[in-house]
């Protein structure tokens, strides 16, 4: 036999096992199980809801479309979380001055046990005068609350009205005008750092 016959045949021995080792094992990395779910990378926070707004009126997401939402949840018996919250939003917005006029802040209660539209109405004078208070039946507010992710419930508390108060996550969050979630903010974020990241999304 002929040494570059039988060199030519290793070699093709070798490619051989080496491409069935490749289809066996998989690309690497990947299971060889079978397909990966893809994932986009976008967080999943917002959706449709149908709540009250401050002054009696039924309104759903539908009602914000075309523009961006800062949107907050929080209740008015809250002592210092959601005020605090509420104050950075306006400030930041003023900063902002005519560009913002393309946000518009809302506050969702967690609370639509006391918070009636009538008490909205009078919390959200002490903020920003186009702040929406929207409130609704346990089960909206639940559901708008879902939608978002955020995290509410309720505890005893002898000094609060009504018995209890509400323990809740405080994140402002920034929504496009489909509604779409952008971004979000803590409730401790600093005014000049809320408004140069509004400015960057108008």
């Given amino acids: 036999m002929r040494w570059p016959l039988v060199v030519a045949m ?3 021995l070798l490619a ?22 893809l994932t986009t990378g976008k967080a999943l926070i917002g959706g449709p809801f149908s709540l009250v707004d401050h002054k009696g009126r039924s309104v759903t997401n539908k009602d914000f479309a075309g523009r961006k939402m800062l949107v907050f949840f929080g209740f008015t018996s809250c002592p210092d979380v959601c005020p ?3 104050q ?27 918070d009636t539209p009538a008490v909205l109405a009078e919390y959200v004078k002490s903020f920003h005068p186009r702040l929406v208070g929207l409130t609704g039946s346990e089960e909206q507010v639940q559901a708008a609350a879902k939608a978002y992710r955020v995290y509410a419930k309720k505890v005893p508390d002898d000094k609060s009205p009504g018995g209890y108060t509400i323990e809740h996550s405080a994140y402002l969050y920034l929504m496009d005008e489909s509604g779409g979630f952008l ?8 005014v000049d750092r809320l408004a140069q990241e509004l ?3 108008l």
Avoid: N
């Avoid at 003023?94 to 506050?107: F, M, N, S």
């Fill in 88 to 114: 950075v939003i306006s400030a930041a917005l003023d900063k902002l001055g005519p560009k913002a006029e393309t946000i518009t802040p809302v506050l969702i209660t967690v609370d639509p046990g006391r």
């Fill in 16 to 37: 051989g096992s080496v491409i069935a080792l490749i289809v066996v094992s998989g690309t690497p990395g990947r299971e060889a199980s079978g397909p990966q779910p």
């Fill in 199 to 201: 400015a960057k999304a």
């Fill in 10 to 12: 290793v070699v093709g």
């Fill in 84 to 86: 605090s919250g509420l």
């Fill in 183 to 190: 971004t979000h903010f803590p409730s401790t974020v600093g």
